[in-house]
């Protein structure tokens, strides 16, 4: 113990600044991704593209899609529950450290794809996705309400909505820590 | 005492070593560990130690109204939800009174249940019965009133009302715990006990791609109208089981429109009836949920077509 302290107290004292302009990413080993020029998305690692990975079956109703506000109005609910999360005290910590613009995208896709509006989804399958996010049940409960803010501004009917929601709730087994 | 000498290879940047140097962990002792610390108290409710009190975070409506008997329920049906709106590991609290109005009788009960994460319910709910002009018909007084303590714990076991397998209902056991306070007055009647415990087992989904929610609990029991008139009779009946149901549709995130069946046991053979109700609850704010019912309670202590208007108000955190 007393050697230790004596030790870091002699280095201390021995230390020099580090240089101006020191690159303190390389020195640490830091990457920096690039966002892509085109989609503005920053990349992932490489991983198998499949509807599967949407996490459900999804419905075949053009009622149901059109309730939605079709392929636009997916996409539009899918941004703005992104939204409303980035800026909830609840899961804005979660949210900020990831691609906001690729979420953005993605989530439309799976919606879409459940939804039967008629996309493909292109990205990761839930439990990769949120793997070590940290996820409670709280923080679902949450995303939940600002979807349905989300869907109730967009004037989703209310039991449309929730079918939307018994395709995602089951997945929570997957998201949820 | 010197320095150890800095390897050749140090990179440029300060305080690795330090960092890298392995420092023996000091044992923290203390006389009386801390039972009881109450460290914040802000808009995200109180905490204190490691559970947070009333800090919220269920879906509305997710805790259930209050039953008769003061667990979270529909008005008459227990359901295996947890009372209160915490999560897992929070502490959460609910209060409710209710108000039956019936043709010859008046029913008030109120109490107050505590839940623990999503596993745990306790209650305790008390019962006034005011049989009114029937108590002078039945020779007990006119206004004659019958009280009843139920004092409730609910676990679950299994499930999620919401999440997960779509087929996996929340589950939980539990058990009724009743003292009637008019024990000479029940055994007279005919009933064996002044108290006695119901044993319930009670399963919850709620069925989003219908909007629908749907309940079911099985009760062994042996109580006469509830426990009001007590438990069992001198002339050997004793515990069955009973069932209680309840659909729910959801209109909003703040409204259900619901019917519930509750069966009873006609111990004592006075007409005891199987009881039921047309509901409907609204989450006024967060906190408050108010829940009216059309209830068809039958006879009760032989005067029939006991039906009327039931008001229930809770209040959660
Ligand atoms: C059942 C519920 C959920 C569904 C269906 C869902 C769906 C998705 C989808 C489709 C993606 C995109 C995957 C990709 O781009 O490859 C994603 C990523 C993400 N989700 Fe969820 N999610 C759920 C719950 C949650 C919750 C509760 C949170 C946090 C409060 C959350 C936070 C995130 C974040 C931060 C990302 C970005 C991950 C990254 O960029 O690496 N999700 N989610």
Sequence with gaps: MLLAATASAVLMLLQQAPAEGTDWDAEFGVEVKERDPVTGEIPVEPYEQSNANAGATPYDSAALARDFGGREGIARIAARTVDLSEADPRVAAIFAAHDMVRLKRTLGEQFCYLLGAGCDYSGRDMRTAHAEMGVTKADMNALVENLQAAMREAGVPFAAQNRLLAKLAPMSDQVVE | MPAAPLPAELPQIAYVPVLDAEVEPTPIRRAVPPVHITTAFDEDGVQSGKARLFKGGKLLLTNGVSTVEGSSGGGIARWATIAGQQMPGGIGLSAHATAIELPDYGWRSYGVA??????????IARADFDTRDVGAALGIGKGYTFNMDTFGAKLRVAGDVVYGDPWLPQIAVGIEHKRSRDGALVRALGATDD???????????????????????????????????????????????????????????????????????????????????????????????????????????????????????????
Aim: net charge negative; aromatic share 10%; proline share 1%.
């Design chain 2, 195 to 317: 108290e006695s415990t119901d044993v319930t087992l009670s399963a919850t989904k709620l069925v989003l791609a219908r909007s629908l929610l749907v309940n079911a609990t099985v009760r062994y029991t042996e109580a006469n109208e509830l426990g009001l008139l007590g438990f069992g009779t001198t002339a050997g009946a004793g515990y069955a089981l009973q069932f209680e149901g309840s659909l729910g549709y959801q209109l909003s995130r703040r409204a259900v429109l619901g019917a519930e069946y509750r069966s009873k046991p006609d111990n004592l053979g006075l007409g005891d009836d199987d009881w039921m109700d047309i509901f409907a609850a609204y989450a006024l704010t967060d906190h408050l949920t108010l829940t009216a019912a059309y209830v068809d309670l039958g006879s009760i202590a032989t005067f029939s077509d006991q039906r009327g208007g039931f008001l229930s108000a809770q209040v959660a955190f």
């Design chain 2, 114 to 123: 505590v839940g623990f994460g999503d596993r745990l319910e306790l209650s």
